[in-house]
């Protein structure tokens, strides 16, 4: 009986978390790209972001990014600009804009949304047909953008 009542409070609590999250689709996108509102109302954990920023199944940042504060993970892109002295160039709510979908702020961007569910251009459709079906889940989840926003917030010029 214990292990039945533990386990459904776990179960509501969980729920609960998951019904204050900001779905992909309904993502309030201000003027110039920034996302004021947390997509999860929970803190960012800035170490976890820093490991999503450098994992090549996840974030991967470092693949287009230089990247002083990951200088043990190899192969650091010129691409995108260099994300050193972020969190003093960009707002918070500025750095979510970017990481979620920075084609909000960024027109023409090469950077992925991260964010993002449809509306892709998808032209493997016409010479492969495989591409998968929309919607797609996000490449991070709305806890993980606040993880990599907490991350970024703390990259500061020196």
């Not at 972001?49 to 200088?71: D, M, P, W, Y």
């Not at 993970?73 to 960009?90: C, E, K, N, Q």
């Not at 961007?109 to 509306?119: L, N, R």
């Not at 459709?125 to 797609?136: I, N, R, S, V």
């Amino acid at each position: 009986m214990k292990l039945t009542s533990l386990t459904l409070a776990l179960s509501l609590a969980g729920s609960a978390v998951w019904a204050g999250e900001v779905a992909p689709k309904a993502v309030q996108y201000g003027e110039y790209g920034e996302v004021a509102a947390s997509l999860t109302g929970v803190a960012g954990d800035a170490a976890n972001g820093a490991l999503i920023a450098g994992t090549k199944s996840k974030g991967n940042c470092v693949a287009c990014h230089e990247l002083s504060a990951l200088a043990d993970v190899p192969f650091h892109g010129g691409i995108g600009p260099s994300l050193d002295g972020a969190g003093d160039r960009w707002t918070e709510e500025e750095l979510r804009g970017l990481v979620a979908n920075a084609k909000m702020t960024f027109e023409g961007t090469m950077m992925p949304a991260f964010y993002k569910v449809d509306g892709f251009t998808r032209p493997g459709d016409a010479y492969t047909g495989d591409a998968g079906t929309e919607p797609l889940p996000p490449i991070l989840t709305a806890q993980e953008i606040e993880d990599v926003v907490a991350f970024l917030a703390t990259l500061k010029e020196e």
